[in-house]
């Protein structure tokens, strides 16, 4: 998930007392959500209908018509947020518990952003064959499911066999999230240059769940050329030791062949989107083309400083909200399912996924500038805008039931 907050370590033996004084302890105590019932139960006739014995009319009604779970209960408004805490935010495998907060968090945010019921689930597993049965057997409680910070590679196979697998939308946040947003920035950032996602040349450092996404999501946009790095460089067809996800990457892109660093891959390039968690020269950026675009997007420290990108390249955009344009994934996730679940999708598609970046591009309109290619997480216009265009692909693409 990205985010614009930094992340500060509390050293183990400081007391409950202690904890407590920091306002973000304070603010999680007790947790972040709670459900609350929509009826009210008042007295014995309020308990005959919302419980025993009017819940059992409704009870066989769905045994016979099951679709009618959509309609005489939550299901069709409430997302699984499903984690097993191995790859969360910057801190990394701390484990089920520990991403609670964060799964907590992002519950709270489908609800105040799109009104989205959500429930964390934090799976104490990690074998992928484990962690898909688990969904799998929870699904028929959800109408959709939201896969968070989940390591790489890992993260593929699970979404990929849970989408097979579900008649529901099945969306991992840290990969699609983050393309919708960067594809709607870059989209803005080509615009206010004057020129089209074809004619630019992209370099994306990372090659992890967000990085492979955003790759994906540009290429299906029609950018003119991208190559992607790793920590051992750029990744091309015939380099050793490559994954499956890496040699589909390397079949799909990098049409130059480039076989150096990000740094010599940089020179002339028309975007940069770090995604990496590393550093980039001042130098390796005053070497892009003119009217440069630069994404670094690792957080809490962008791979290179927003002001000394700002010296070299047109626009910057970080995942920091200290910072304009920041690239955040709550600009995504809500509107998307709820568009997805507004129609009941049964999937969320590719195009399903640029009819929201374009959507979210769409928001800022004319007032496009250098340090305002994406509108803020505040902006009311922003979940009905993205909504609305998934809704609306969803019933282009076939997989809207309503």
Same mark, same amino acid.
């Given at each position: ?6 992340? +500060? ?47 059992? $009319? ?23 947020? =499903? ?21 907590? *968090? ?8 799109? *009104? =989205? ?27 959709? #499911? !939201?896969? %968070? ?9 699970? %979404? ?7 008649? #529901? ?9 983050? +393309? ?22 992209? &370099?994306? +450092? ?28 750029? @990744? ?6 490559? !994954?499956? =996800?890496?040699?589909?990457?390397? $079949? ?20 940069? &989107? ?18 440069? #675009?630069?994404?670094?997007?690792? !957080? ?26 920041? @690239? ?14 507004? &129609? ?16 979210? +591009? ?41």
């Amino acid at each position: 998930m990205t985010t614009g907050v930094a992340v +500060a370590v509390t050293p183990a033996s400081a007391s409950v007392e202690n904890l407590d004084a920091d306002p973000a302890f304070a603010l999680h105590r007790g947790g972040k959500i709670e459900i609350r019932s929509t009826v009210p139960v008042r007295d014995a006739d309020d308990l005959a209908l919302a419980y025993t014995p009017g819940v059992a $009319r409704v009870c066989t009604a769905i045994a016979d018509r099951p679709a009618l779970a959509d309609d005489y209960t939550w299901v069709s408004n409430v997302v699984a947020v =499903v984690s097993d805490g191995t790859a969360v935010l910057g801190l990394g495998d701390i484990g089920p518990s520990a991403a609670m907060p964060v799964m907590e *968090g992002k519950a709270l945010l489908f609800k105040e952003f799109a *009104g =989205v019921d959500a429930v964390p689930l934090c799976l104490d597993c990690t074998d992928v064959d484990a962690l898909v049965e688990t969904v799998a057997r929870l699904a028929p409680s959800f109408g959709g #499911i !939201n896969l %968070e910070d989940i390591s790489a590679p890992r993260c593929f196979e699970i %979404e990929d066999r849970l989408r097979d697998l579900l008649d #529901i939308p099945v969306f991992h946040d840290d990969q699609h999230g983050t +393309a919708i947003v960067v594809l709607a920035a870059l989209r803005n950032a080509a615009r206010l240059t004057g020129r089209p996602l074809g004619d630019l040349r992209a &370099v994306v +450092a990372g090659a992890g769940a967000s990085g492979v996404a955003v790759t994906r999501i540009l290429l299906e946009a029609g950018i003119g050329d991208i190559a992607v790095s790793d920590s051992k460089g750029m @990744i091309y067809e015939g380099r050793e030791g490559l !994954n499956p =996800v890496k040699e589909a990457l390397a $079949r799909d892109t990098n049409r130059a062949g480039r076989t150096g660093s990000t740094e010599e891959a940089l020179e002339g390039a028309d975007v940069f &989107v770090g995604l990496s968690g590393s550093t980039v020269p001042e130098a390796a950026i005053a070497s892009m083309a003119p009217d440069a #675009i630069v994404f670094a997007l690792s !957080n809490p420290t962008p791979e290179v400083h927003p002001d000394v990108a700002g010296r070299h390249v047109r626009v910057v955009a970080t995942g920091r909200s200290d910072f304009p344009n920041q @690239i955040n994934n709550v600009l995504a996730f809500p509107g998307v399912f709820r568009g997805a679940l507004d &129609v009941r999708a049964t999937t969320i598609t590719e195009n399903m996924k640029v009819a929201a970046a374009d959507a979210l +591009a769409g928001v800022v309109g004319d007032d496009l500038s250098a340090t305002y290619v994406i509108p803020s997480p505040f902006d009311e216009r922003v979940a009905p805008a993205v909504t609305a265009a998934v809704a609306a692909q969803a019933r282009e693409d076939g997989v809207a039931r309503r």
